[in-house]
């Protein structure tokens, strides 16, 4: 064995020494209450504070003030900050003239393509009051179907601000 392996695994025999891993079943046992298997305060601030057990009412997530963002809390002075970017396309995109202020009632697939960017923050103001906001940019093309005789423009693009939405919760 070579000396540099020798090394990686001492080293990686002390890092699984030094954490452990025991499922929760085998520390609890398997007759063991539903309050034993209860998750930790992990998000608590302080080494004293993450031993406590979580009331019940927290067992399906855990502290803070829930926001809009699906199975997304936010704690007194955590910030979140979540960028997000969409791209759509779609070289089937079916429409009518009408749909877009011009006679015609069949559809045609013309072509589309989009991209969005998304900013959302929140930021916890107390133990159960926190603000949020979020705001969307859009840039969208559209380019009619070569068989669509209609006077639908052959190219249409729009840019601009998507949605801005604030809350206090």
Known sequence: MSKLRRKGLELAAVVLAAVPCVAADEL????????ALRPQAAQARGAAASTLSLPAYLDDRGEGVATSMFGTYVRRGEWIVYPFFEYYRDDDFEYKPE?????GELDYLGRY???EGLLFLAYGLRENVAIEVEAAVISASFEKAADDPSGVPSRLA???????????R
């Open 28 to 35: 609890a046992g398997p007759h063991a209450s539903r309050s």
């Open 99 to 103: 749909e877009l202020g011009y006679p």
């Open 113 to 115: 393509r989009a991209s």
């Open 158 to 168: 729009e840019s601009g601000l998507g949605d801005i939405e604030g809350q206090i």
